[in-house]
């Protein structure tokens, strides 16, 4: 179905319309710098690919971990230079920071929704990842942790920044994120940063991501893609300016076909789903 080609990711199409991203960066899939540029690039051409894709899974092709977060090497270098001044070295760290948030941060960008299903260790960096994801999955095996305290810096990739728009229990939040102590599945969901805990280890939670992606994937393209901007523009604006800026963008989208084929399949309790165009059909 794709394209794409990526040097630590498996790029795969299980099923129509849908894409599975593996993160395959042995032992532990560790972020270094060419690992976390190539991440960003990956999810930033998804929107412009010409193939017909309407949801994405991401998960790790490793058996026992999601990620062990950042690349320590990589880590140690930043602002690297003894000749450097203090001020000078800050704008060179500072970029470095930049570009870690915006490649980490693609997964948000992608018009295309985004579901992590997880397993074994999140740390991290791993936080960062699926917080900019649309749905996330947890393995019962999977141990979270908030671990940049620990590591002598806050967290700056993005779990602090989404933390609190994401989840619904603050003080739990915070409490993690100033202990860094690892935290399972289940303290995952209570706190809400993830909405549903899966038995059978990695298997059983990309399969269970999967089928939440397929069932996407048979939805309006024009209608998902919309829902999917329009939550992100809610968040971040008031009520009554996302309101007319809905208007706005629903006064184009409602003239799409998919409003009359799916009006018709509910008239017709069809049990098969209306057959979409591809949001960006071939001219």
Excluded at 45 to 50: D, E, G, I, R, T
Excluded at 65 to 90: E, H
Excluded at 257 to 282: R, W, Y
Aim: aromatic fraction near 6%; charge should be neutral; hydrophobic fraction near 45%.
């Amino acid at each position: 179905m794709t394209s794409l080609k990526s040097k630590y990711i498996k790029i795969s199409s299980p099923a129509p319309h849908v894409l599975l991203l593996e993160l395959n960066r042995q032992p532990v899939n560790a972020f270094s710098t060419e690992f976390f540029k190539e991440y960003g690039c990956t999810f930033d051409a998804l929107s412009k690919h010409p193939d017909d894709i309407r949801a994405v899974v991401l998960s790790s092709a490793l058996p026992n971990v999601f990620t062990a977060g950042i690349d320590f090497q990589g880590l140690m270098n930043l602002g690297a230079g003894d000749a450097i001044d203090p001020a000078r070295r800050a704008f060179l760290i500072r970029d470095d920071i930049l570009d870690i948030q915006h490649a980490i941060a693609a997964p948000e960008r992608c018009p295309i929704p985004v579901i992590v299903a997880v397993h074994g260790i999140v740390i991290g960096l791993g936080i960062d990842i699926i917080s900019a994801c649309d749905v996330r999955y947890a393995a019962s095996d999977a141990k979270f942790s908030i671990k940049e305290v620990e590591m002598g810096l806050a967290a700056d990739v993005g779990t602090l920044a989404y933390l609190q728009k994401i989840t619904g229990n603050h003080s739990l939040a915070r409490e993690l994120a100033y202990t860094a102590r690892t935290f399972s599945s289940g303290e995952a969901e209570k706190l809400g940063l993830v909405s549903k805990v899966v038995q059978d280890g990695r298997d059983g939670v990309v399969a269970a991501a999967l089928q939440l992606a397929k069932d996407i994937a048979s939805k309006s393209p024009v209608a998902v893609t919309g829902t999917k901007h329009l939550l992100l523009h809610a968040r971040d604006h008031s009520v009554a300016e996302n309101l007319q800026y809905t208007a706005t963008w629903n006064s184009a989208a409602l003239q799409a076909t998919d409003l009359q084929q799916s009006v018709k399949a509910g008239m017709a309790k069809s049990k098969e789903s209306p057959k979409f165009f591809s949001l960006k059909p071939k001219l």
